[in-house]
């Protein structure tokens, strides 16, 4: 079995999210089996990824395991499912909280809250709030969106939260954590209980020794002797100690879905992504390393020389279905337009690429640009300040227009002729791969890792030196110029996208895959399964 290790899903979410459902489609696709496991408790990880096509019985969430709640029968609940133990109840609907308050002789009994439409248009319940008899908050049921009360939270006579309890579908406990004040009187997680099918009972200190419990049974579950289960560590702060130290052998992958060094510009140097420090240290604990990019994969070897096998796996896939629609011709599209579908956050630098826009507004003055991706406000909103900053410089206010997060990325794709980036780093950039499928030019710096392997300068578009946003600006000009040069830059995106389709990306999987039943049989025969005989009978 393979599985893509992840913390969660949202309605929201990053490359790392987008990638692994690309990959996933593509393995159901060659029938390769695999699972997404999360490790965060979610009760609307399912509906999101059943949005995204993804089934039940390719979802592995940790808190699903342990309740034994992988593949559940989707019921819908609302208010007055809900057995209180008392008549003569009064049901007050906030349609604008959505939340039904429950009140018995006008003392509140409970707070129902429900989906919002996006989820469910039935009212159905999210969780439910109840009350003691003087008013004060003491437990807290919550829902899955499939339907079953999935933890129960406990409150304390002063409102803190004081337990969280995870239940079966039959309602016996399996999971629990516990909340004690610390030092500074603030209120912590500080134990975990594993609650075995036997009874038995096992306390660790923290989640991480839930994970490690939880990844142990995942490979005993799927071990086999005739093939390895195996790990790809996509987030690696999920798991980067115990992927590797399973007591079971598996084949270990850590995947770099980004760059591994701080300054990405000196890949030799720098100091380290603090997300990839510790597996990079403990790499040779690996079977695999994963890189996007071929020129990742280089610096990664000349830097670290890992006993670990580095592959370069794209981790964009260009559906085969992309390729068989009808290319848009640039004098189809939105003239003088350029477009950016991202996170706007301060290391996407989109100030640069509104500069950019600025100096090339004195030859092209109907040029414009849309931007799009949920608004990231940390640093005191420093990239909406820095976008708002370039936009009052250079007079753009009407030509450069924020929207929010989309998911109908591809439709916007073909409105749009260019494709802007001006990224501190990036891992590969999904975006710019689809907006070439798409027939878009780039316009880029030239930065690690992606960018500048997508775009190939001077055929789909133009890679200029990293920060010189000036000469960004020219480039825009000589595309919006020169029409019949955007064409052909435009076709050549069309044919290079070819690169990342599912054949070629299959093929890059299959070898990695190929390499780990090559090397199972060594594996197999340096482990000792432990003594698990004469313990269960002994004289006291």
């Given at each position: 079995?393979n599985?893509f290790?992840?913390?969660?899903?949202?309605?929201?979410?990053?490359?790392?999210e987008?990638?692994q459902?690309?990959?996933a489609k593509?393995?159901?696709n060659?029938?390769a089996?695999?699972?997404?496991i999360?490790?965060?408790?979610?009760?609307?990880?399912h509906?999101?990824l059943?949005?995204?096509?993804?089934k039940d019985?390719?979802i592995l969430?940790?808190?699903d395991?342990f309740q034994?709640?992988?593949?559940?029968?989707?019921?819908?609940?609302n208010?007055?499912?809900?057995d209180f133990?008392?008549?003569?109840?009064t049901?007050?609907?906030?349609?604008?909280?959505n939340?039904?308050?429950?009140?018995?002789?006008?003392?509140i009994v409970?707070r129902v809250?429900?989906?919002d439409e996006?989820?469910?248009?039935d009212?159905q319940?999210?969780a439910?709030?109840?009350f003691d008899g003087?008013g004060?908050?003491?437990?807290?049921?919550?829902?899955?969106?499939?339907?079953?009360?999935?933890?129960?939270?406990?409150?304390t006579p002063?409102?803190?939260?004081?337990?969280?309890?995870?239940?079966?579908?039959?309602?016996?406990?399996?999971?629990?954590?516990?909340?004690?004040?610390?030092?500074?009187?603030?209120?912590?997680?500080?134990a975990?209980?594993?609650?075995e099918d036997?009874g038995?009972?096992?306390?660790?200190?923290n989640?991480d020794d839930?994970?490690f419990e939880?990844?142990?049974?995942?490979?005993?579950?799927?071990?086999?002797?005739?093939?390895?289960n195996v790990?790809?560590?996509?987030?690696?702060n999920?798991?980067d100690w115990?992927v590797?130290k399973?007591h079971?052998?598996?084949y270990?992958v850590?995947?770099l879905?980004?760059?591994?060094?701080?300054?990405p510009?000196?890949?030799?140097?720098s100091?380290?992504?603090?997300?990839y420090?510790?597996?990079?240290f403990?790499?040779n604990?690996y079977d695999a390393?994963?890189t996007?990019?071929?020129?990742?994969r280089k610096?990664?070897m000349r830097?670290?020389?890992?006993?670990?096998?580095?592959?370069?796996?794209a981790?964009?896939?260009?559906p085969?279905?992309?390729?068989?629609?009808?290319?848009?011709p640039?004098?189809?599209?939105?003239?003088?337009?350029i477009?950016?579908?991202?996170?706007?956050?301060p290391?996407?630098?989109?100030?640069?690429l509104?500069?950019?826009?600025?100096?090339?507004?004195?030859?092209?003055?109907?040029i414009?640009?849309d931007?799009?991706?949920y608004?990231?406000h940390?640093q005191?909103?420093?990239?909406?300040?820095?976008?708002?900053?370039?936009?009052?410089k250079?007079?753009?206010?009407?030509?450069?227009?924020?929207?929010?997060?989309?998911?109908?990325?591809?439709?916007i794709q073909?409105?749009?002729?260019?494709?802007g980036?001006?990224?501190?780093m990036e891992?590969?950039?999904?975006?710019?791969m689809?907006?070439?499928s798409?027939?878009e030019?780039g316009?880029?710096?030239?930065?690690?890792y992606?960018?500048n392997?997508?775009i190939?300068?001077?055929e789909?578009?133009?890679?200029?030196?990293?920060?010189?946003?000036?000469?960004?600006?020219?480039?825009l000009?000589?595309?919006?110029?020169?029409?019949?040069?955007?064409q052909k830059?435009?076709d050549?995106?069309y044919d290079?996208a070819?690169?990342?389709?599912?054949?070629?990306?299959?093929?890059?999987?299959?070898?990695?895959?190929?390499?780990?039943?090559?090397?199972?049989?060594?594996?197999?025969?340096d482990?000792?399964?432990?003594i698990?005989?004469?313990?269960?009978?002994?004289?006291e």
């Open positions: 079995m599985f290790i992840n913390t969660t899903y949202n309605e929201k979410n990053s490359g790392i987008h990638a459902i690309k990959r593509l393995f159901r060659n029938k089996p695999f699972k997404l999360f490790r965060d408790w979610n009760p609307k990880e509906f999101y059943n949005a995204a096509d993804i019985d390719e969430n940790m808190f395991f034994k709640a992988e593949n559940v029968e989707t019921k819908k609940n208010v007055m499912d809900i133990g008392l008549t003569g109840l049901y007050n609907d906030e349609p604008n909280n939340r039904y308050i429950v009140l018995k002789d006008n003392a409970a809250r429900y989906f996006s989820i469910s248009k009212k319940v999210s439910v709030e109840y003087f004060n908050l003491y437990r807290v049921d919550f829902y899955d969106t499939r339907g079953f009360q999935s933890m129960v939270e406990w409150y002063d409102n803190k939260v004081a337990t969280d309890v995870w239940y079966d579908l039959n309602g016996k406990p399996v999971l629990e954590t516990y909340y004690r004040k610390n030092a500074k009187g603030k209120m912590e997680q500080s975990w209980k594993i609650i036997d038995s009972i096992k306390i660790v200190d989640i839930v994970v939880f990844l142990n049974k995942v490979n005993d579950k799927y071990f086999s002797i005739k093939e390895p790990f790809v560590l996509d987030r690696t999920v798991a115990m590797p399973l079971r052998p598996a270990y850590m995947h879905h980004n760059s591994q060094v701080g300054d510009q000196k890949p030799d140097t100091i380290l992504n603090n997300n420090e510790f597996p990079l403990t790499g604990d390393i994963i996007a990019t071929e020129k990742q610096d990664v830097r670290f020389k890992p006993l670990a096998k580095v592959f370069t796996i981790v964009g896939i260009v085969n279905e992309q390729f068989d629609k009808p290319r848009i640039m004098s189809e599209r939105k003239p003088n337009s477009l950016a579908t991202a996170r706007i956050a290391e996407k630098q989109f100030g640069d509104v500069s950019a826009m600025g100096i090339a507004k004195k030859e092209i003055p109907d414009s640009l931007l799009y991706g608004l990231d940390s005191n909103d420093r990239a909406k300040k820095e976008i708002d900053k370039a936009i009052k250079y007079d753009l206010k009407n030509q450069v227009h924020i929207h929010g997060y989309t998911t109908d990325v591809g439709k073909d409105q749009y002729q260019v494709y980036l001006t990224s501190v891992g590969f950039n999904l975006a710019m689809e907006a070439t798409h027939g030019v316009a880029t710096y030239d930065v690690n992606g960018p392997e997508l190939q300068d001077g789909n578009g133009y890679v200029v030196d990293y920060g010189d946003y000036k000469a960004l600006g020219e480039k000009i000589y595309l919006f110029k020169h029409k019949d040069v955007l830059m435009s050549a995106s290079l070819k690169r990342y389709s599912e054949e070629s990306v299959w093929n890059e999987w299959k070898s990695l895959l190929n390499d780990a039943r090559e090397n199972w049989d060594k594996k197999l025969k482990y000792r399964e432990p698990n005989q004469g313990l269960n009978q002994m004289e």
